[in-house]
């Protein structure tokens, strides 16, 4: 993932576009169904498809930008009339602010947001943006932020704990983060193994786990990364779909938050993490561990401990799939996260001058 940049500072960015009322949600909204998704929203497993969807995603957004800024101002009143009774605990925890905040003299409005380099972190911001008037001024941070902005700006990530006031949280860069799977084979059917890949170059928690389960009998780990080919800790690129073959799926933080955790929890297999540190939109926060995933030591000491417990304690484990499952699926009606996008910025808007 690429570098942070501020949107206090940069006016050119990249992203996604949100938009739609009644009826079907139109193309480029960045919730619609694309050539990525099955029957329920789902990834679809293979790299083709992965592939197809990120150019469906960027066509379908581009082309959105045709649709004039008006037409989604008219109808915002109509969407946020809907209502979400149950919804605003969440607008409350990805908009933490609570009392008026002034930003600096010289801030951006929201017409200085431009296409940039970041080009999915622009559609997404932009999508949600266009609803409102651009005359306000605002803040945003693009990339993997794991500290908290001076002002109040929009971002993809936070730190969880502290004062992350000023994070707000909106679903940024989601063709990569929200990406969720339909994972057919059950739990019992699976490896009773342990998997894991990724870029560890630079991470000391990836190149630890390396260290000490990479030729591991009951672990199949590896660094994917395409420049260490030929390394000893380098292995082949392995699909979502052939990592669900496997019982326990490990998640491990990379720049911020580790990517695979949403996935992982929206499958038939059961999620290890050491302990998170960083949250998005997916509210990794109020995760609880032995009720979400499955929590292991930083230093993964206790790592087959763990995969020992729940491989005795087969009923233990699915109770916690089962769990994981049902906080993915909150995350899956389109428009009911439209709708809250649209009261986070309505309520970052009402604070912020």
């Known amino acids: 993932m690429g570098a942070a940049s501020n949107g206090i500072i940069l006016r050119k960015t990249t992203g996604r576009v949100s938009g739609g009322t009644e009826g079907p949600l139109p193309a480029g909204t960045g919730l619609a169904h694309s ?4 029957h329920a929203g789902d990834m679809v497993l293979t790299r083709w498809t992965r592939q197809a969807g990120r150019a469906w995603y ?8 045709l649709v004039p800024d008006p037409w989604f101002r008219n109808r915002r009143a109509g969407v946020l009339a809907q209502g979400q009774d149950d919804g605003f605990d969440r607008v409350d925890y990805y908009c933490r602010l609570d009392s008026p905040v002034r930003l600096p003299d010289g801030s951006p409005r929201s017409a200085d947001l431009h296409w940039g380099r970041q080009t999915t972190y622009f559609f997404d911001l932009n999508a949600v943006l266009r609803w409102f008037p651009r005359h306000h001024r605002i803040a945003w941070r693009f990339g993997d932020i794991t500290q908290v902005p001076e002002v109040p700006a929009f971002v993809k990530s936070r730190p969880i704990e502290g004062d992350n ?6 679903r940024l860069n989601q063709v990569r983060h929200f ?16 998997v894991w890949r990724g870029k560890a170059k630079g991470k000391p928690n990836r190149m630890l ?5 990479l030729d591991h009998p009951r672990c199949d780990v590896g660094d994917t990364t395409p420049r260490n080919r030929g390394e000893r800790t380098w292995r082949p690129f392995m699909s979502v779909r052939e990592q669900l073959g496997y019982k326990f799926i490990l998640s491990l933080e990379g720049n911020d938050v580790g990517t695979n955790l949403k996935w992982i929890m929206g499958s038939n297999s059961l ?4 302990r998170l540190r960083y949250e998005t939109w997916f509210m990794e926060g109020r995760l609880e561990p032995g009720r979400h995933f499955v ?9 087959e401990e763990r995969m020992d417990h729940y491989l005795s304690r087969p009923d233990e484990a ?32 009402s604070l912020v001058s």
Do not use: G, M
């Open 35 to 38: 050539p990525r998704y099955d």
């Open 58 to 65: 960027y066509s379908a957004s581009a082309a959105s930008l």
């Open 165 to 170: 006031r000023n994070s707000v949280l909106l």
């Open 179 to 194: 990406a969720f799977v339909h994972d057919p084979v059950p739990y019992q059917a699976k490896q009773d193994r342990l």
């Open 209 to 213: 786990l390396l260290d000490r389960f």
């Open 271 to 274: 999620c290890f993490a050491t």
């Open 295 to 303: 929590l292991v030591r930083d230093d993964l000491a206790d790592l």
């Open 318 to 349: 699915e109770s916690i799939i089962r769990e994981a499952n049902a906080w993915v699926d909150q995350f899956r009606d389109p428009r009911r996260e439209r709708w809250l996008s649209l009261k986070v910025v309505e309520k970052y808007l």
